[in-house]
């Protein structure tokens, strides 16, 4: 965006609650709104603002917003980091010679070849310019409230977060699964990508041989989010597709990890035992989804999540 202080860009990882109450405020000003996404809002208060600095006009932009933000200011001066006080999106910091990198997850440092430093903490708002990096505190500090869905789906399995590698946690999940769900099978099988991590920790624990049962079509998105029924149902075999002979007459267990909207699981169910499988055992890491997320992941009411929850 242009504005009267010159170029700045932002990019956002979260989601604002009380961004559509701010921008009717903002449109009742005279303010032209370009889209539909919450981060213009950000961008408007950082132009109305009357402080001298970018950094201070974004602090003051933050004060006013309620909910989760991992956000990247530019200026042709300056790059600002910032991350919300709950800390609900990751974000770290690394360096690439003399020169400061942010991120989201810290596998990007690797394909850049950047030193990993820290992660950026929640409230944290960092400043790096010409005079080097400086760090502040602005906001009152809260409760430390990371996405769970990070360590779950959302993340890399290579990237360290929140503390721990995305990997090692998925493994654990996996483990513990297997101590409380443990059944006689032939093969374990993952729901790739993101159930491999926990179908290994669970085949570990069972002692049960890990096998590719199912193949991932890579050029295919996430199909969870869709917003029809009959586009995440082809979706669903577009993205997956079993392997005949690994899987007929064989006891399975298909690890996976999550039940967002039960869309995936029922149709895997159902092509396994077409393909002649003779047992199909469903297990998923993650506890159960029963609540909407309002802070940056597209799931739907309370009512559709109960009744996918009955229906699998």
């Known amino acids: 965006?242009?504005?009267?202080?010159?170029?700045i860009a932002i990019a956002h990882n979260g989601n604002l609650t009380n961004a559509r109450i701010i921008k009717e405020e903002l449109e009742n000003y005279g303010s032209i709104f370009q889209s539909t996404t919450d981060t213009e809002v950000i961008i408007h208060l950082i132009a109305l603002s009357h402080a001298s600095s970018t950094i201070d006009r974004?602090?003051?932009?933050?004060?006013?917003?309620?909910?989760?933000?991992?956000?990247?200011i530019l200026t042709d001066k300056e790059m600002i980091a910032a991350r919300d006080p709950y800390g609900f999106r990751p974000m770290c910091l690394g360096k690439v010679k003399d020169s400061y990198v942010i991120s989201s997850e810290s596998c990007a440092f690797?394909?850049?070849?950047?030193?990993?430093?820290?992660?950026?903490?929640?409230?944290?708002?960092?400043?790096?310019?010409?005079?080097?990096?400086k760090s502040t505190h602005p906001f009152k500090?809260?409760?430390s409230t990371n996405c769970i869905f990070e360590y779950i789906y959302f993340a890399r399995p290579d990237s360290y977060m929140f503390g721990r590698t995305i990997y090692t946690v998925r493994k654990a999940l996996g483990i513990q699964l297997a101590r409380d769900t443990a059944v006689p099978a032939d093969m374990v099988i993952p729901i790739p990508d993101s159930g491999i991590s926990a179908a290994l920790g669970y085949a570990h624990e069972t002692g049960i041989p890990f096998e590719l049962g199912l193949i991932r079509n890579h050029y295919v998105g996430r199909t969870f989010i869709e917003p029809?029924?009959?586009?995440?149902?082809?979706g669903v075999r577009l993205k997956l597709n079993g392997v005949r002979d690994v899987v007929r007459g064989k006891r399975i267990v298909v690890i996976d990890d999550s039940i967002v909207m039960a869309t995936t699981g029922k149709k895997i169910i159902k092509m396994l035992r077409q393909y002649g499988a003779k047992e199909v055992h469903f297990r998923v890491s993650s506890p159960p989804t029963t609540h909407p997320c309002f802070y940056g992941i597209d799931t739907p009411s309370r009512t559709e999540l109960i009744a996918s929850s009955h229906t699998v």
Do not use: M, Q, W
Request: glycine share 8%; charged share 30%; proline share 5%.
């Open 1 to 7: 965006v242009d504005y009267s202080k010159g170029p």
């Open 141 to 143: 500090k809260s409760p």
């Open 110 to 133: 690797d394909l850049i070849e950047a030193d990993y430093i820290r992660e950026i903490e929640p409230g944290e708002i960092i400043h790096i310019s010409k005079d080097g990096l």
């Open 228 to 234: 029809e029924d009959s586009i995440r149902h082809f």
């Open 58 to 72: 974004l602090t003051a932009a933050l004060k006013r917003v309620e909910g989760s933000y991992s956000l990247v």
